[in-house]
């Protein structure tokens, strides 16, 4: 059929089964705009390209389909980088499509191109952080690079592709046959593991003493919750969580052990660090899930522990550690075989006749306690403890809780219950703070019938508060609980713990030394935001009530208290802030003094 080759782009998407493209118009993608206005995707546009990117992958997370982002050249693509570096760190599927400089001129100085040190190079930008970036040298060939772009972002370990089509290629017009996508793609990822190491493993973990089960990202992008479950069930084995994955195992169930790791809890140090046997489930073992690789904090690996580590990336197998079996193979495939096997073996183990689940819920109860006591206090500014803690009725077990980049994400993942896999989002591969106002949005797109809360901080919000803009525009209705502390009040701890509290350049103050912040309430309702404030205790729960029943794009600020996280495990970072500022406090012994 004959078409340009911007709308053959498009009849690709719609046969991939697309429902919205986000992005931010440009001269090299208007004819891209106007397929999709003549097709059945939505164009959800955005006021800043990052914004499009974490709602594309934020999509993706909640959906498990590939969300799709819209870029122009130049300024446009630079935009998006942090947003698809970041869906690529944390695994999130995705197109992204961008038009580019006219073939025939690239090199020559051309509008917005880069050709510093080759010609039309502005794709290669995002080699490092995509699976694979194309840029198309024919019109012709557009259907046959979506079809791969496809297969390549959805399967594996799933990631994002750029399409990069130079603006001609896309005006073109062709005889175009359309390939049917999913004629295309493998009838099936479950790769199975290897029969003999998935014996080995079950009968490694039915004769430990205190085994674990550490589920990352990979068993939520799995869709293994139940599987998990069951196995855990079974061989009455606790499971700890990486922060990605939080959720993937109910955080209620007497099983669950919490997160290891520089962010995490004690009891999920405690569980990795007595852990003689291990089976990690797709999980990169990064440094702040493993305590810098400190083994007197967290996994004790190559000396008291052995690990069995499953994997669908053959690149993560044995990076971080040394194994005892390593498994290549899909996670949800592995586990109902190791479920056959445990089965096989023996009737369902009693967790109250294992000592290390009764140790479990022994520490279990104590922490819950000095929760509760942290929460008692009715101190103003709020302490987001005590707000957490009154937020836990309101909500019910299908929210999705999209979680920014700050201190107070400690009172989120420790108060807040995520009871069903896919009901957690936290930016936790490149850490962007401000990815939450925007990855809010995708969430509600990809689960319309879920309410979905946001929390965000004030130095969050104020890096990308225009996805409020984006949501009033195109009706999307989340609540954005914007925690405002006049601070980046993680980095400041660093300073209070290591620079005997001087601190500069992470509070919000005005050049007299006054706190200063927008005033974020009336900045939503500039918007077109609902705006609500919360001032004291008695507020959270009418306030929260309202926002939540709104139906409508919601900004609830509210004044806190900086966080006094207790940590739960080691960062080997602060070690090193430590000795400077102790080696400065031993040159200028009256800096200590000042104080
Ligand atoms: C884009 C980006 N810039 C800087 C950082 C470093 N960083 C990590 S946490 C943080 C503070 C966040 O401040 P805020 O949103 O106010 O939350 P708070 O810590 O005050 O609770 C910063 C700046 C980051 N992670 N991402
Ligand atoms: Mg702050």
């Not at 931010?24 to 164009?43: C, K, M």
């Not at 009968?203 to 293994?224: R, Y």
């Not at 690990?307 to 993560?316: A, G, K, M, R, S």
């Not at 209705?477 to 009040?489: I, S």
Request: aromatic share 8%; proline share 6%; hydrophobic share 45%.
């Amino acid at each position: 059929m004959r078409m340009s080759g911007a709308e053959a782009l498009v009849r690709c998407l719609e046969d991939a089964g697309v429902e919205y493209a986000f992005g931010i118009s440009g001269h090299a993608n208007v004819p891209v705009l106007d397929a999709l206005a003549a097709s059945s995707i939505r164009f959800v546009w955005v006021r800043h390209e990052q914004d499009a990117a974490h709602m594309a992958d934020a999509y993706y997370r909640f959906s498990h389909r590939p969300g799709v982002v819209l870029t122009t050249l130049g300024p446009g693509m630079a935009n998006a980088v942090t947003g698809v570096w970041e869906a690529a760190l944390d695994c999130s599927g995705m197109i992204v499509i961008s038009g580019d400089v006219q073939s025939y001129m690239m090199g020559r100085g051309a509008f917005q191109e880069l050709s510093m040190h080759s010609d039309g190079a502005q794709y290669e930008v995002f080699r490092p952080f995509t699976k694979r970036a194309w840029q198309v040298r024919d019109p012709q060939l557009i259907p046959y690079i979506a079809h791969r772009a496809f297969n390549l972002a959805t399967t594996g370990k799933p990631g994002p592709v750029l399409i990069d089509v130079p603006v001609d290629h896309l005006t073109a017009v062709r005889e175009f046959e359309i390939p049917h996508i999913a004629e295309r793609q493998a009838t099936s990822m479950r790769v199975r593991g290897d029969a003999a190491e998935i014996h080995r493993a079950v009968e490694l973990l039915m004769a430990a003493e205190s085994p674990l089960i550490h589920a990352g990202n990979g068993t939520t992008l799995s869709e293994a919750a139940p599987e998990l479950a069951s196995l855990a069930e079974h061989l009455a084995i606790p499971v700890t969580t990486s922060i990605a994955a939080h959720g993937v195992f109910d955080t209620l169930h007497p099983l669950y052990g919490g997160m290891p790791g520089a962010v995490g809890t004690p009891i999920g140090n405690a569980l990795a660090r007595e852990a003689d046997v291990v089976l990690a489930l797709g999980t990169g073992f990064c440094e702040m899930e493993t305590s810098s690789w400190d083994p007197d904090y967290s996994f004790r690996f190559g000396t008291d522990a052995r690990l069995i580590q499953v994997d669908i990336d053959p690149h993560e197998l044995g990076r971080a550690y040394p194994l005892e079996v390593g498994i290549f193979g899909d996670i949800r495939t592995v586990l109902r075989e190791m479920m056959e096997l445990a089965v096989a073996a023996g009737p369902r183990r009693e967790w109250s006749a294992r000592g290390q689940i009764r140790v479990l819920q022994e520490r279990a109860a104590a922490w819950n306690a000095e929760k509760k006591q942290a929460a008692a206090t009715s101190e103003l500014p709020i302490h987001m403890e005590r707000f957490a803690s009154e937020l836990v009725p309101l909500l019910s077990d299908d929210v999705i809780v999209v979680c920014d980049v700050g201190a107070f994400r400690h009172a989120i993942y420790q108060y807040l219950p995520i009871r069903r896999p896919q009901s957690w989002y936290f930016p936790s591969g490149l850490v962007t703070m401000g990815a939450g106002p925007a990855a809010a949005l995708g969430a509600k797109l990809a689960s319309p019938e879920r309410p979905v809360i946001c929390f965000v901080g004030d130095g969050g919000f104020s890096a990308n508060s225009q996805a409020v803009a984006t949501a009033v525009e195109a009706d999307i209705p989340v609540v954005w609980v914007v925690v405002n502390n006049f601070a980046n009040d993680a980095i400041r701890a660093y300073q209070l713990n290591h620079y005997d509290g001087r601190i500069n350049g992470t509070v919000f103050e005005r050049v007299d030394g006054s706190a200063y912040n927008p005033d974020f309430a009336a900045l939503a309702q500039s918007y077109g935001a609902m705006a609500l404030k919360i001032r004291t205790v008695e507020e959270i729960a009418p306030v929260m009530i309202e926002a939540l029943t709104s139906e409508r794009p919601c900004v609830v600020e509210i004044q806190a208290a900086p966080m006094k996280p207790k940590p739960g495990g080691h960062w080997d970072v602060n070690d090193l802030l430590h000795a400077e500022g102790e080696f400065k406090r031993q040159r200028d012994p009256t800096r200590a003094a000042s104080r």
